[in-house]
């Protein structure tokens, strides 16, 4: 029964309600992979520079 | 210079970033349907529009690594011109002819009007009745049938002809308040008799109709605008009875049928994908000549390469990206995390494809064979790239349908289009970088001594 309402509850609107954590876990992923391979970019670039600057 | 975008670029872009998720996760509201969940679209569909823009850049220098400037702005110039004389030749041979021989009217939209079928039509067929009308007994199932024929396609809206009785378009209108409009109209048009005030409160009761409710609403006239309305543009048509139909401003003559209603809706379907033929030819000719007057601008072959490698990389990051965001968007709005339709079957092709360009360039250690090779293997995945933009319209898909700025809120396209933007300025950052990245090892291997030859083939 408390299936039913809860069914009920979450259909009745025609909307669809709450998924908070998927958005979150969206955006984080977003920004999350934006901001590992800017990081990765970086050291990246810093060991050819290092590289260059040897003799 | 360089200095100043290497600084500036990472603050601009986490900058935009930070504007983006305050418009995207607390400034735009719920969409209707999806709620919240809507808001992984704010960086799920720049994520997969920047992959695409990568591998746009990629094909393009890709085939300049493959052609020198000046024969490939004289390929690409031609091909360009070639599609564009085909589109506008086809256009005056076939498409006008064909439109020529159509009489179109101009019939303006108007709020309110019973109707029903998709917001965003192909076909609009607008359907005046009214009573008495002689043939428009079942004209409400047969249009219903219709639009279940060209779901997806097809609009039906009604206008209501005032006639010789006025008092019966009134209770239509009244009837439609209700959601009871095509079965009042079914149960007028099955009355013999004149329609009068008894007669059309006992067919009001026979339809369904709160009666009470109905009566108030005839009495109030809420309608009495529309009907107007009606009136005036029935006139302007020079419309006398009903039913007249017109698809598309299109005046059909003959009964009601569906097999006759299905003739005309295929025509006008074909005059349509006729016209977008030459749509396509035009803006196939003018995109080649786009991308290789784009491709002439790479100078050097090592800057080409280069260039192939970065945005085949940055690509894939976005690509996996929007796929991922799109499985996590698909759960609570689908009930499934990935489904193989054409939309995301055709992604999941583009990452594999892409994976396997970029796992090609690391096993092969001759510059010139691994730029060559690579290149080839990138124009041949870019043939993904057109397929998986139209997968969704030339295949029944479970991915809706691109949207556009005229189909959803305001709110919506303005964190829509920052986010895009932020998202570019990372897309124009991580390629540059990865760019240089690419010109390095690229020098540095070019620059590096041959591999010293084995012991025995210096004796020999």
Same mark, same amino acid.
């Given at each position: 029964?408390?299936?039913?309402?809860?069914? =009920?509850?979450?259909?009745?609107?025609? &909307?669809?309600?709450?998924?908070?954590?998927?958005? %979150?876990?969206?955006?984080?992923?977003?920004?999350?992979?934006?901001?590992?391979?800017?990081?990765?970019?970086?050291?990246?670039?810093?060991? @050819?520079?290092?590289?260059?600057?040897?003799? | 210079?360089?200095?100043?975008?290497?600084?500036?670029?990472?603050?601009?872009? @986490?900058?935009?970033?930070?504007?983006?998720?305050?418009?995207?996760?607390?400034? =735009?509201?719920?969409?209707?349907?999806?709620?919240?969940?809507?808001?992984?679209?704010?960086?799920?569909?720049?994520?997969?529009?920047?992959?695409?823009?990568?591998?746009?850049?990629?094909?393009?220098?890709?085939?300049?690594?493959?052609?020198?400037?000046?024969?490939?702005?004289?390929?690409?110039?031609?091909?360009?011109?070639?599609?564009? @004389?085909?589109?506008?030749?086809?256009?005056?041979?076939?498409?006008?002819?064909?439109?020529?021989?159509?009489?179109?009217?101009?019939? #303006?939209? $108007?709020?309110?009007?019973?109707?029903?079928?998709?917001?965003?039509?192909?076909?609009?067929?607008?359907?005046?009745?009214?009573?008495?009308?002689?043939?428009?007994?079942?004209?409400? !199932?047969?249009?219903?049938?219709?639009?279940?024929?060209?779901?997806?396609?097809?609009?039906?809206?009604?206008?209501?002809? #005032?006639?010789?009785? #006025?008092?019966?378009?009134?209770?239509?209108?009244?009837?439609?308040?209700?959601?009871?409009?095509?079965?009042?109209?079914?149960?007028?048009?099955?009355?013999?008799?004149?329609?009068?005030?008894?007669?059309?409160?006992?067919?009001?009761?026979?339809?369904?109709?709160?009666?009470?409710? %109905? &009566?108030?609403?005839?009495?109030?006239?809420?309608?009495?605008? !529309?009907?107007?309305?009606?009136?005036?543009?029935?006139?302007?048509?020079?419309?006398?009875?009903? *039913?007249?139909?017109?698809?598309?401003?299109? *005046?059909?003559?003959? *009964?009601?049928?569906?097999?006759?209603?299905? /003739?005309? =809706?295929?025509?006008?379907?074909?005059?349509?994908?006729?016209?977008?033929? /030459?749509?396509?030819?035009?803006?196939? !000719?003018?995109?080649?000549?786009?991308?290789?007057?784009?491709?002439?601008?790479? $100078?050097?072959?090592?800057?080409?390469?280069?260039?192939?490698?970065?945005?085949?990389?940055?690509?894939?990051?976005?690509?996996?990206?929007?796929?991922?965001?799109?499985?996590? +968007?698909?759960?609570?709005?689908?009930?499934?995390?990935?489904?193989?339709? *054409? $939309?995301?079957?055709?992604?999941?092709?583009?990452? /594999?494809?892409?994976?396997?360009?970029?796992?090609?360039?690391?096993?092969?250690?001759?510059?010139?064979?691994?730029? @060559?090779?690579?290149?080839?293997?990138?124009?041949?995945?870019?043939?993904?790239?057109?397929?998986?933009?139209?997968?969704? $319209?030339? +295949?029944?898909?479970?991915? &809706?349908?691109?949207?556009?700025?005229?189909?959803? =809120?305001?709110?919506?396209?303005?964190?829509?289009?920052?986010?895009?933007?932020?998202?570019?300025?990372?897309?124009?950052?991580?390629?540059?970088?990865?760019?240089?990245?690419?010109?390095? &090892?690229?020098?540095?291997?070019?620059?590096?001594?041959?591999?010293?030859?084995?012991?025995?083939?210096?004796?020999?």
């Amino acid at each position: 029964m408390s299936a039913l309402v809860l069914a =009920a509850a979450s259909v009745g609107s025609g &909307q669809i309600s709450d998924g908070w954590e998927y958005v %979150w876990a969206a955006w984080a992923i977003a920004y999350g992979a934006i901001g590992l391979y800017g990081l990765s970019l970086y050291l990246r670039t810093r060991t @050819v520079r290092n590289e260059e600057k040897q003799p | 210079m360089r200095k100043v975008l290497g600084v500036g670029l990472p603050v601009v872009g @986490v900058g935009m970033l930070a504007v983006g998720a305050w418009l995207g996760l607390k400034w =735009a509201q719920p969409e209707q349907y999806m709620g919240d969940v809507q808001r992984i679209m704010y960086v799920h569909v720049p994520a997969v529009w920047m992959a695409l823009l990568a591998m746009v850049l990629n094909f393009v220098s890709s085939v300049r690594r493959l052609m020198d400037r000046k024969p490939l702005l004289f390929v690409g110039g031609a091909l360009g011109l070639l599609a564009v @004389v085909a589109g506008v030749g086809y256009q005056l041979a076939v498409v006008s002819p064909a439109n020529a021989r159509v009489e179109r009217r101009e019939i #303006p939209p $108007r709020d309110g009007t019973p109707a029903f079928g998709t917001l965003n039509p192909r076909l609009t067929l607008v359907a005046w009745t009214g009573m008495p009308c002689g043939g428009c007994a079942g004209l409400t !199932g047969t249009l219903q049938h219709l639009e279940e024929i060209y779901r997806g396609k097809l609009r039906v809206e009604y206008r209501v002809l #005032p006639g010789a009785q #006025p008092a019966a378009a009134g209770a239509l209108l009244a009837a439609h308040a209700q959601g009871k409009f095509a079965a009042l109209h079914e149960a007028m048009a099955a009355e013999t008799g004149p329609l009068d005030a008894p007669a059309l409160e006992r067919v009001a009761s026979a339809a369904g109709l709160n009666v009470p409710a %109905w &009566q108030a609403a005839l009495s109030q006239r809420p309608f009495a605008q !529309g009907l107007e309305a009606d009136a005036a543009q029935a006139a302007g048509l020079g419309i006398s009875s009903a *039913p007249a139909l017109f698809l598309n401003g299109r *005046p059909l003559a003959g *009964p009601a049928q569906i097999a006759t209603l299905r /003739v005309a =809706a295929d025509d006008e379907l074909a005059l349509q994908d006729r016209g977008a033929v /030459v749509k396509y030819l035009v803006g196939m !000719g003018l995109v080649a000549a786009l991308l290789s007057a784009l491709g002439a601008f790479i $100078r050097t072959d090592a800057q080409a390469d280069a260039l192939a490698e970065a945005s085949a990389e940055v690509g894939v990051l976005f690509g996996a990206v929007g796929v991922l965001l799109g499985a996590i +968007w698909a759960k609570p709005t689908w009930g499934v995390w990935w489904d193989w339709d *054409p $939309r995301l079957t055709s992604a999941a092709i583009l990452l /594999v494809a892409y994976s396997g360009y970029l796992a090609l360039r690391k096993f092969v250690d001759d510059t010139e064979r691994r730029a @060559v090779w690579s290149a080839v293997v990138a124009i041949i995945s870019f043939v993904d790239v057109p397929i998986i933009y139209y997968s969704v $319209r030339w +295949w029944r898909s479970l991915h &809706q349908v691109q949207s556009t700025p005229k189909d959803v =809120a305001p709110d919506m396209v303005v964190a829509l289009r920052w986010n895009s933007f932020a998202f570019l300025v990372f897309l124009v950052l991580f390629t540059w970088r990865r760019y240089e990245l690419s010109r390095a &090892q690229l020098e540095s291997e070019q620059l590096a001594p041959p591999d010293v030859p084995a012991a025995a083939e210096v004796k020999a």
